[in-house]
């Protein structure tokens, strides 16, 4: 383990009191719930999923939403759809501040709910920050899910009617008790899945700039920190770089779009495109 891991290996883990009592609830919840929604970033599919889940939901009906399909690469996404329905899992890529891709969520979900005699509940679950109360304002047409830029926004579980024989449940975001690799680590803090105070967005900038020029072969045109330093005026006096300041600007700038549309993880477990 290099320098950088040990230090991102000490930072990025995070499962604070509240989580653990939401995902005690939506354990008891779900003895409620017909659908499960699990919102997760298609930006990086295999570490945004909790596998915690997997058990809990047991044989219930399943929707998988790949939030943020706008900064993902379009082809591995397409690309993460079909390995999702080889493993007879429904998945849809949506932008959840786009109404006309949030209403494909909707027609999902009266299909599956059309399955089954009188109503149905659904509960949406979903790592901090994964787009989960976009996707709920989105649906509901309304801002009745809190959204922020945040990871741990929404503590409370939130019932919501969202048509006559369809009724929806928000959840607090869950993270794993423990983030398993320093590669899932420095990518769940990139897209925003860990609160920015909990990690060093330094490290969090080297890990991705080194993992996109292994990627590329060194042929990316995305700037490294001391680059977008100095092209952002992240200077102090005597030339010295604010690398602190930098990083976080640059974290921003990522999940902006600034760099392009990137994802990090592919389907057959390699890197992004």
Do not use: C
């Amino acid at each position: 383990m290099t320098q950088h891991d040990a230090a991102l290996n000490k930072v990025v883990q995070w499962y604070p009191g509240h989580m653990v009592r939401a995902m005690r609830k939506i354990g008891e919840y779900l003895k409620l719930i017909d659908i499960v929604v699990e919102v997760i970033d298609a930006r990086a599919p295999r570490s945004d999923a909790n596998p915690m889940l997997d058990e809990m939901i047991g044989a219930r009906k399943r929707l998988i939403v790949l939030s943020r399909h706008d900064l993902a690469d379009p082809a591995t996404t397409k690309a993460w759809v079909a390995d999702f329905a080889a493993r007879n899992r429904t998945a849809i890529a949506v932008e959840g501040h786009q109404q006309q891709s949030v209403s494909k969520i909707l027609h999902a979900l009266t299909a599956l709910a059309a399955e089954q005699k009188g109503s149905s509940r659904a509960i949406v679950v979903g790592l901090p920050n994964s787009g989960k109360s976009s996707v709920i304002n989105g649906l509901l047409r309304r801002s009745a899910a809190r959204t922020e830029d945040r990871a741990g926004v929404t503590r409370q579980l939130q019932w919501f009617r969202l048509s006559p024989t369809i009724e929806l449940m928000d959840s607090p975001g869950i993270l794993v008790p423990k983030i398993g690799t320093p590669e899932s680590q420095w990518k769940l803090a990139l897209i925003g899945a860990v609160p920015r105070e909990r990690y060093d967005p330094v490290e969090v900038v080297f890990h991705f700039h080194r993992w996109l020029v292994a990627r590329s072969k060194g042929r990316t045109t995305v700037p490294d920190l001391d680059a977008f330093a100095r092209a952002r005026g992240f200077m102090r006096r005597g030339g010295e770089i604010d690398e602190h300041n930098a990083a976080q600007s640059y974290v921003r700038a990522f999940n902006e779009g600034a760099f392009g549309r990137i994802s990090l993880e592919t389907p057959d477990g390699g890197s992004g495109a």
